[in-house]
T-cell receptor
Framework: NAGVTQTPKFRVLKTGQSMTLLCAQD?????MYWYRQDPGMGLRLIHY???????AKGEVPDGYNVSRLKKQNFLLGLESAAPSQTSVYFC????????????FGPGTRLTVT | AQSVTQLGSHVSVSEGALVLLRCNYSSSVPPYLFWYVQYPNQGLQLLLK??????LVKGINGFEAEFKKSETSFHLTKPSAHMSDAAEYFC????????????FGKGTTLSVSS
């Protein structure tokens, strides 16, 4: 039982490049989330999904897109990376009908130059 | 709308001293409350949570927190700090709709000196 995994762990992009971050969970959770963490800002929600095929915007969605084609996977895309997107990205999941406790992945550290 | 305020971005204690990390929240519905810990270069790990029932909640590593509805607080305590407790701590409150994300405070970095 791996819990929540994220790929890759580290990445350096040049401005304008694109990439996709992959999140996978093996706990059969319905809800999944993408956050970004910046110093002194805590965690801010980018996008979330309440089920396969559904996504919704969070607090800071601009510049990102997401897809949830399979229940266990939640992808975060950057179409044209900007230096402001330099951050640590965390994926989390939780089950429906529960206490909202979220399980977090180990994070992806992204640097955009 | 829900919000979380953590008082003090940085707290320093000596080993063996009391740890007190403060968290106040606002919520339009009965809240679920959480404390998470993040060690350097790692993800977030749940320390403890309050859902319903007993207002004093015990978590891992000797931490506990008390839900005080009248004060809208959920402060985290540990009687005796250990060097290994040095980390960043986040308080979070549940959103008001199923499936919505937790709302996190900005975090408190705990330093422990010998």
């Amino acid at each position: 039982n791996a819990g929540v995994t994220q790929t890759p762990k580290f990445r350096v992009l040049k401005t304008g490049q694109s990439m996709t971050l992959l999140c996978a969970q093996d706990m059969n959770h319905e809800y999944m989330y993408w956050y970004r963490q910046d110093p002194g800002m805590g965690l801010r929600l980018i996008h979330y999904s309440v089920g396969e095929g559904t996504t919704a915007k969070g607090e800071v969605p601009d510049g990102y897109n997401v897809s949830r084609l399979k229940k266990q996977n939640f992808l975060l895309g950057l179409e044209s990376a900007a230096p402001s997107q330099t951050s640590v990205y965390f994926c989390a999941s939780t089950r429906s009908g529960g206490s909202y406790e979220q399980y977090f992945g180990p994070g992806t550290r992204l640097t955009v130059t | 709308a829900q919000s979380v305020t953590q008082l003090g971005s940085h707290v320093s204690v000596s080993e063996g001293a009391l740890v007190l990390l403060r968290c106040n929240y606002s919520s339009s519905v009965p809240p679920y409350l959480f404390w998470y810990v993040q060690y350097p270069n790692q993800g977030l790990q749940l320390l403890l949570k309050y859902t319903t029932g007993a207002t004093l909640v015990k978590g891992i590593n000797g931490f506990e927190a008390e839900f005080k509805k009248s004060e809208t607080s959920f402060h985290l305590t540990k009687p005796s700090a250990h060097m290994s407790d040095a980390a960043e701590y986040f308080c979070a409150v549940s959103g008001d709709q199923a499936g919505t994300a937790l709302i996190f405070g900005k975090g408190t970095t705990l330093s422990v000196s010998s």
